[in-house]
């Protein structure tokens, strides 16, 4: 079972974590939850308290069973599927025909995020060096990081080993084979330095009944950002989902 924060309740809508991070990226909006909706934020394994074998090699598919079994433990099989970052290919591959929405929030495009290869020494190197490691979260986060960020850097630098490559070499190779055919609302933060636009206008091309929306004035991680615009985004989708 994997650990997990909940607040509210009413209707499911899971908060699914990208790399480097854990559910705790999720607390600006937890502690002010969207009226009627039980929010449920797991730590993906290898992730924060959640443990993953000594011997775990990181994948999308992998990730996505994670989920559907965490699903299936908290009665959640019919919820929502908010994805952050790496999050976002993890809610892709995990929804199913009765999944009632997705919302992915600056997400890794259906066709997998690639890293060049000369740069997978630095993610090894953020194990060791701390400054580093916060440097490149923060630039996550570029218009505003909450108190808690100094948490977060601790937190992902114990991540599980093999995540610091792997995660990055999980989304390499990964591919959507099959496009999820409920409501799909993309989330692009403008500023982002990582996932690109073009990306985003994929991802949401990709669904059969996919949107973008482009948010100015933020960069990769809304949920640490703004957690209030966060908030009335989900509130009008659930609307939507649940009207």
Known sequence: MLSYLERGSG???????GNFASKEWWRGLLEDPPEGVRLLAPDLPGF?????????TPSIPAYAEALRG???????????????????????EAAWEGTKGLVLLNSAPPSGLRTPE?????????RENREALAAALAAM???????????????AQRMHPAHFQG?????????LQRPYGGPVLVLYGALDP????????ETAAFFPRGR?????????SLNLEDPPRLKAILEAFLGEVMG
């Open 194 to 201: 990582l996932v690109s636009r073009a990306m985003a206008e």
């Open 118 to 126: 000369a740069y997978y020494p630095i993610l090894e190197s953020y």
């Open 212 to 220: 973008l929306l482009v948010l100015e004035g933020v960069g990769h």
């Open 167 to 175: 995660n990055a070499r999980a989304l390499s190779a990964w591919r």
């Open 11 to 17: 209707f499911p809508l899971v908060l699914v974590h």
């Open 141 to 155: 986060a570029p218009t505003r990081r909450p108190p808690w960020f100094p948490e977060l850097v601790d937190r």
């Open 70 to 92: 965490f699903l299936r433990a908290v009665g959640a099989e019919e919820a929502v599927l908010l994805g952050h970052s790496l999050g976002g290919a993890v809610a892709m």
């Open 48 to 56: 924060g308290d959640s443990p993953a074998p000594p011997d775990f």
